[in-house]
């Protein structure tokens, strides 16, 4: 079974209004709400694509209920731990000129909730499992709670998946995932330095697998492509010329298919992976992949073995 965990959930309501005007009413055109957090995108676009996750996750308040409902919607499995604060929602302005995101900070979550996160992985998740962890942290939560939590996992034999960013993903890699998919920033926060030569990813990304005994790194470049490397074998995706509407989404919808694919062997998996991260470009807003356009790019994806 395939899980993901979201520690910092939050509802993206997207806005689209033709300009922003200064003391005058401005009227939205339209307003979409879209459950969000790094995990449940996965859990989303597993689901899109045919296939079956459970999403856990801290929600709260009405909007946490109202995630639910939309999650229910969707089809996409779900275990709610209750929080007693609010989740948050974050806003996403489409004007004309371009889009603006207005991110709202989170609220403590009291050390009791962060045991139970501990408590419900323990009751449900089982040797041979897989878990997705990935995103931010609630305000407050030490970056080496993820540590202790992929620690854990480790002992009880699950199969993990790691996606953070700065200290987070630092500590979290303390605890001993099976596979990190940093992006091209998130990749140079973790090794210190900005990186200009296509090499240097190679090498940067061979020396973290041999320090955390890492199966794999998958690294998005954005419009440069994608790598998959490992300790015998690495492989470059060419990035595909498709329409772009947005990117938000587009990392979490590789990795969901990665994941979902991954029994199939790492060249089909790393195939569809590119497939869904270059189809969740087409969609507008915060909106994920779609499988009919995943299909119809999986032929254009071309894939070269680099080692």
Same mark, same amino acid.
């Given at each position: 079974?395939?899980?993901?965990?979201?520690?910092?959930?939050?509802?993206? #309501?997207?806005?689209?209004? @033709?300009?922003?005007?200064? @003391?005058?009413?401005?009227?939205?055109?339209?307003?979409?709400?879209?459950?969000?957090?790094?995990?449940?995108?996965?859990?989303?676009?597993?689901?899109?694509?045919?296939?079956?996750?459970?999403?856990?996750?801290?929600?709260?308040?009405?909007?946490?209920?109202?995630?639910?409902?939309?999650?229910?919607?969707?089809?996409?499995?779900?275990?709610?731990?209750?929080?007693?604060?609010?989740?948050?929602?974050?806003?996403?302005?489409?004007?004309?000129?371009?889009?603006?995101?207005?991110?709202?900070?989170?609220?403590?979550?009291?050390?009791?909730?962060?045991?139970?996160?501990?408590?419900?992985?323990?009751? /449900?998740?089982?040797? +041979?499992?897989? /878990?997705?962890?990935? +995103?931010?942290?609630?305000?407050?939560?030490?970056?080496?709670?993820?540590?202790?939590?992929?620690?854990?996992?480790?002992?009880?034999?699950?199969?993990?998946?790691?996606?953070?960013?700065?200290?987070?993903?630092?500590?979290?890699?303390?605890?001993?995932?099976?596979?990190?998919?940093?992006?091209?920033?998130?990749?140079?926060?973790?090794?210190?330095?900005?990186?200009?030569?296509?090499?240097?990813?190679?090498?940067?990304?061979?020396?973290?697998?041999?320090?955390?005994?890492?199966?794999?790194?998958?690294?998005?470049?954005?419009?440069?492509?994608?790598?998959?490397?490992?300790?015998?074998?690495?492989?470059?995706?060419?990035?595909?010329?498709?329409?772009?509407?947005?990117?938000?989404?587009?990392?979490?919808?590789?990795?969901?298919?990665?994941?979902?694919?991954?029994?199939?062997?790492?060249?089909?998996?790393?195939?569809?992976?590119?497939?869904? +991260?270059?189809?969740?470009?087409?969609?507008?807003?915060?909106?994920?992949?779609?499988?009919?356009?995943?299909?119809?790019?999986? @032929?254009?994806?071309?894939?070269? #073995?680099?080692?």
């Amino acid at each position: 079974m395939i899980f993901t965990l979201t520690m910092n959930p939050c509802l993206d #309501r997207y806005i689209y209004v @033709d300009d922003l005007k200064l @003391d005058d009413t401005i009227r939205a055109k339209k307003v979409v709400d879209y459950p969000a957090g790094k995990g449940i995108d996965v859990s989303r676009v597993i689901k899109e694509l045919g296939g079956i996750s459970v999403a856990i996750s801290l929600l709260g308040g009405d909007t946490g209920r109202k995630i639910e409902e939309m999650l229910d919607m969707e089809g996409v499995i779900y275990t709610t731990i209750r929080v007693s604060v609010e989740t948050r929602t974050n806003i996403i302005l489409e004007t004309n000129s371009g889009q603006f995101r207005i991110s709202v900070p989170t609220k403590k979550v009291s050390r009791k909730k962060l045991e139970t996160v501990l408590e419900v992985l323990n009751a /449900i998740v089982r040797k +041979g499992d897989i /878990i997705v962890i990935s +995103g931010s942290l609630p305000t407050g939560v030490s970056p080496d709670f993820y540590t202790g939590i992929i620690f854990a996992l480790k002992q009880w034999g699950v199969y993990v998946y790691f996606d953070a960013d700065g200290e987070k993903l630092k500590s979290g890699l303390l605890g001993g995932p099976d596979v990190i998919k940093p992006n091209q920033h998130e990749f140079e926060r973790l090794v210190g330095k900005k990186i200009e030569k296509f090499e240097d990813f190679i090498e940067q990304g061979k020396k973290l697998i041999l320090e955390y005994n890492l199966k794999e790194i998958l690294l998005t470049l954005g419009s440069k492509g994608a790598l998959l490397l490992a300790n015998d074998e690495g492989y470059f995706a060419k990035p595909i010329d498709v329409p772009v509407n947005s990117a938000v989404g587009a990392g979490d919808s590789f990795l969901a298919a990665y994941v979902l694919m991954r029994d199939k062997g790492r060249y089909e998996a790393f195939k569809w992976a590119n497939a869904a +991260g270059n189809a969740a470009v087409m969609t507008p807003g915060t909106e994920l992949c779609k499988k009919d356009d995943v299909l119809n790019l999986l @032929d254009r994806v071309q894939i070269e #073995r680099i080692y």
